[in-house]
């Protein structure tokens, strides 16, 4: 009777997950040349952050997490670079007092700094090319990065960017991967339905089955750290609707 119930369950998360993306299909808005053009400096953010952590995981180390906290420190940089163009602050002090150190008890930091370029990747190309940017970008002590992005065209060079980088143990409020597909979405097509489930059920039953950094991050659907069966109890709960939303976190978990 349990396999039944097993086999009428999956069947049922995986309809309702197929209900889900058709809806998906049908009422996505079309995205026109025009809405790319406005792309928000939040955007061209990530889209630095996820290069960074494309250079990383080739090199073979973890990926930096983006902290929002950061990206408004660092776009402050980026506008105080349009004022001095320096690693000191238009006030004199380091770069790395736009921190308040009480919020983030950081114990190493670094800066990258470039202007001039409207895109990501031909900055990050240009931090790519110099030596000095480059061993910030893949320096394995660091765990998280903020982002920053500035334009001007008053100013001397238009454009500029600005990446602080951090090592620290602790958990930051808001972290997050860019263009991390999301919490369960294990297969980054942008819905969680009964392949993802699959997913999660091999990585369970064997502990070798490889899953890269995002995917490790969007399985822990309990966040409690780990990726065991209680994630698959929260997917199976999500796929029949008992839950609205993912994650599920410790103290809101009534499964």
């Known amino acids: 009777m349990f396999t039944v119930r097993c086999i009428v369950n999956k069947f049922i998360s995986c309809m309702s997950a197929a209900a889900v993306a058709f809806s998906c299909m049908l ?12 792309r928000s ?16 995981i080739d090199a073979g ?14 776009n402050v940089r980026a506008s ?4 001095k163009w320096d690693h000191n602050r238009p006030d004199g002090s380091k770069f790395s007092t736009v921190i308040d150190r009480s919020l983030v008890p950081y114990s190493y930091a670094a800066e990258n700094i470039a ?17 000095k940017h480059w061993e910030a970008i893949i320096d394995p002590r660091y765990d998280y990065i903020g982002i920053g992005v500035f334009y001007d065209e008053n100013s001397p060079y ?10 620290y143990d602790g958990e930051l409020s808001g972290a997050y991967f860019p263009y991390s597909p999301g919490p369960g979405d294990l297969t980054a097509d942008g819905t969680v339905n009964c392949f993802d489930y699959i997913i999660l059920r091999r990585r369970l039953a064997n502990k070798d089955y490889a899953l890269d950094y995002y995917q490790r ?14 994630d698959a109890v929260v ?14 976190y410790p103290e809101s978990f009534s499964g």
């Open 61 to 74: 180390l973890e990926p930096v997490r983006v902290v929002p906290y950061l990206n408004d420190r660092a």
């Open 41 to 56: 400096w939040a955007q061209l953010a990530d889209e630095v952050g996820y290069l960074v952590n494309e250079a990383r």
């Open 235 to 248: 997917m199976r709960g999500y796929l029949l609707g008992e839950y609205k939303t993912l994650p599920i």
């Open 80 to 83: 105080e670079c349009a004022v």
């Open 158 to 167: 238009g454009w500029y960017w600005t990446q602080i980088f951090i090592d």
């Open 217 to 230: 991050d969007n399985a822990d659907l309990y966040k409690d750290g780990y990726i065991n069966i209680i």
């Open 27 to 38: 009422s996505a808005p079309a995205v026109t040349s025009g809405e790319e053009a406005q």
């Open 115 to 131: 202007a001039g370029l409207p895109s990501p990747e031909g900055t990050f190309n240009d931090w790519k090319a110099s030596p």
